[in-house]
């Protein structure tokens, strides 16, 4: 069965660092992978997705993410936190030949220490 | 602007008392979903419908029913809300993956948080 991994339920970083969001996939077909966003008491925002092509994609707020399929990994980075960046995020996974269905990460909340 | 739109934003109900839920779209795609949502969780498929054909999930309970009337409303009906419902109900939708390559992602409304009392 596929599943969506993401390290950490919490990560915090300082205002200004590097932030990286971790998330590994399992799937025995090719993947379509997807971030969203989340603040509180909101719906979920589309940061970027992964389905073919160029395997560095980038996504609005200055966020971008790798595909490495040796690594099952779509790992979410920022290269400077900014104090609006605090929300959860969450990792998706979508099958090229599934029925709509996406599979979710637990989720990480992003905590910026000023 | 294209949007998904959920009313009402906050939803307070008596235990027992049914409930209804509504979502609208603006962005004419086939496909319509219901999310559940607590706390610090991933939202929860309870079902969707691909034009008018609906597809529950096996996990959802029975307490919970949707309708779509036409292409840009669903609703999601709690016949019997429990403590337990309590949660941010979200509605999304996407286009239809067989016609349009590339069109995975999932468009989410703002959601409707339900308070049982």
């Known amino acids: 069965a596929q599943s969506v991994t993401q390290l950490g339920s919490h990560v915090s970083v300082s205002e200004g660092a590097l932030v990286l969001l971790r998330c590994n996939y399992s799937?025995?077909?090719?993947?379509?992978l997807f971030w969203y966003v989340q603040y509180p008491n909101q719906g979920l925002q589309l940061l970027l997705k992964?389905?073919?092509?160029a395997t560095l994609v980038k996504g609005i707020n200055g966020f971008e993410a790798e595909f490495k399929k040796s690594e099952t990994s779509f790992h979410l980075t920022k290269p400077s936190a900014h104090m609006s960046d605090a929300a959860e995020y969450f990792c998706?996974?979508?099958?090229?030949?599934?029925?709509?269905?996406?599979?979710w990460g637990a989720g990480t909340k992003l905590i910026i220490k000023p | 602007d294209a949007m998904v739109i959920q009313n009402p934003r906050y939803q307070v109900t008596q235990f027992g008392k049914p409930v209804t839920l509504s979502c609208s779209q603006t962005?004419?795609?086939?496909?319509m979903y219901w999310y559940q949502q607590k706390s610090s969780q991933a939202p929860k498929l309870l079902f969707h419908?691909?034009?008018?054909?609906?597809?529950n999930e096996a996990d959802t309970p029975d307490n919970f029913q949707s309708r779509r009337p036409n292409t840009s409303f669903c609703f999601l009906d709690i016949r019997s809300p429990g403590l337990g419902d309590a949660a941010m109900y979200l509605c999304a939708t996407s286009r239809d993956r067989w016609l349009e390559q590339d069109s995975y992602e999932q468009y989410f409304g703002p959601g409707t948080r339900l308070t049982v009392t």
């Open positions: 998706a996974v979508s099958q090229s030949d599934s029925n709509y269905q996406l599979i």
């Open positions: 419908y691909y034009d008018k054909d609906f597809n």
């Open positions: 962005l004419n795609h086939n496909v």
């Open positions: 992964y389905t073919t092509g």
């Open positions: 799937s025995s077909v090719p993947p379509y």
